[in-house]
């Protein structure tokens, strides 16, 4: 196979993604169940998703919740770096946890990089993922159905959805890797700031809602939400632990951002 001529190619069902075939170094390899997709370093766009008629890598085929296109890698030039946004309704989950909800976007980089969509109906998606380094030497589609929404989004009001989206706002904005939730002072500055505070808020009032919050998803079975649960130091991991429950379901998503644009 020649390097100056490597053209996107299929790969069968079961291809393994630690065997992949010889390929030039920044090719990328998106597998699936159903098989996977090839594609050397060059303008391209690549999609998966649960349409199979519509993507290159069909996932979750079979599951409502997973987006008819639920993530694309796009290459915007020869020798170009792979960029993956997500496109779907539930995130995607990247190794040490770090979650991609909707619109989130981040370059891959070289090597293998597993790629999973956990669904509200308690099953794991995983698409992995190779970007040859250096050294590396259709039937009708039944799933142009809507996609259906998570089963377990929490309800919220409109107040804790507004203080939530605030504690969560590094983790909803997606710059960081490892984001924090914000102080308790700071998530009350914020939600001040917002035209759709209906009252004044304090550190103790943003708590106080969060903990009820917390409270209603633990009585629904939802774990590491208590200090029992968490042990000492507690530090932020109750909050953490509720946003990532929250992000997990897409009860919060990047939209929700729209609430905190402050008062003109």
């Given at each position: 196979m020649s390097y100056g001529n490597f053209p996107p190619q299929m790969l069968p069902p079961g291809s393994p993604s630690d065997r992949v075939p010889p390929a030039p170094p920044g090719t990328i390899f998106v597998i699936g169940p159903q098989g996977g997709y090839a594609v050397p370093p060059r303008r391209y766009t690549l999609l998966f998703g649960r349409d199979r008629e519509d993507v290159h890598v069909p996932v979750g085929v079979d599951d409502p919740t997973v987006s008819r296109r639920h993530g694309v890698?796009?290459?915007?030039?020869?020798?170009?770096?792979?960029?993956?946004?997500?496109?779907?309704?539930?995130?995607?989950?990247?190794?040490?946890?770090?979650?991609?909800?909707?619109?989130?976007?981040?370059?891959?980089?070289?090597?293998?990089?597993?790629?999973?969509?956990?669904?509200?109906?308690?099953?794991?998606?995983?698409?992995?993922?190779?970007?040859?380094?250096?050294?590396d030497?259709?039937?009708?589609?039944?799933?142009?159905?809507?996609?259906?929404?998570?089963?377990?989004?929490?309800a919220l009001s409109p107040q804790e959805?507004?203080?939530?989206?605030?504690?969560?706002?590094?983790?909803?904005?997606?710059?960081?890797?490892f984001p924090l939730p914000l102080s308790w002072?700071?998530?009350?500055?914020?939600v001040n700031a917002s035209p759709y505070a209906t009252k004044?808020?304090?550190?103790?009032s943003v708590a106080n809602t969060a903990e009820d919050v917390r409270e209603r998803l633990r009585r629904r079975g939802v774990r590491g939400l208590t200090r029992d649960e968490v042990g000492e130091p507690v530090g932020s991991m109750l909050s953490v632990n509720l946003i990532r429950e929250l992000l997990r379901t897409a009860t919060l998503n990047a939209q929700d951002l729209e609430l905190l644009a402050e008062r003109s």
């Amino acid at each position: 196979m020649s390097y100056g001529n490597f053209p996107p190619q299929m790969l069968p069902p079961g291809s393994p993604s630690d065997r992949v075939p010889p390929a030039p170094p920044g090719t990328i390899f998106v597998i699936g169940p159903q098989g996977g997709y090839a594609v050397p370093p060059r303008r391209y766009t690549l999609l998966f998703g649960r349409d199979r008629e519509d993507v290159h890598v069909p996932v979750g085929v079979d599951d409502p919740t997973v987006s008819r296109r639920h993530g694309v890698f796009t290459c915007a030039a020869s020798g170009g770096d792979w960029w993956l946004v997500n496109t779907g309704n539930l995130p995607i989950e990247l190794p040490d946890g770090v979650l991609m909800l909707t619109g989130h976007k981040r370059i891959i980089g070289p090597g293998y990089t597993p790629l999973v969509i956990n669904s509200s109906k308690r099953r794991s998606h995983l698409v992995e993922v190779r970007v040859v380094d250096g050294d590396d030497l259709r039937p009708r589609s039944t799933s142009s159905a809507d996609t259906a929404a998570p089963e377990t989004v929490y309800a919220l009001s409109p107040q804790e959805r507004l203080v939530l989206t605030a504690l969560a706002r590094r983790y909803l904005e997606g710059q960081d890797a490892f984001p924090l939730p914000l102080s308790w002072e700071d998530t009350a500055r914020l939600v001040n700031a917002s035209p759709y505070a209906t009252k004044s808020w304090t550190y103790k009032s943003v708590a106080n809602t969060a903990e009820d919050v917390r409270e209603r998803l633990r009585r629904r079975g939802v774990r590491g939400l208590t200090r029992d649960e968490v042990g000492e130091p507690v530090g932020s991991m109750l909050s953490v632990n509720l946003i990532r429950e929250l992000l997990r379901t897409a009860t919060l998503n990047a939209q929700d951002l729209e609430l905190l644009a402050e008062r003109s």
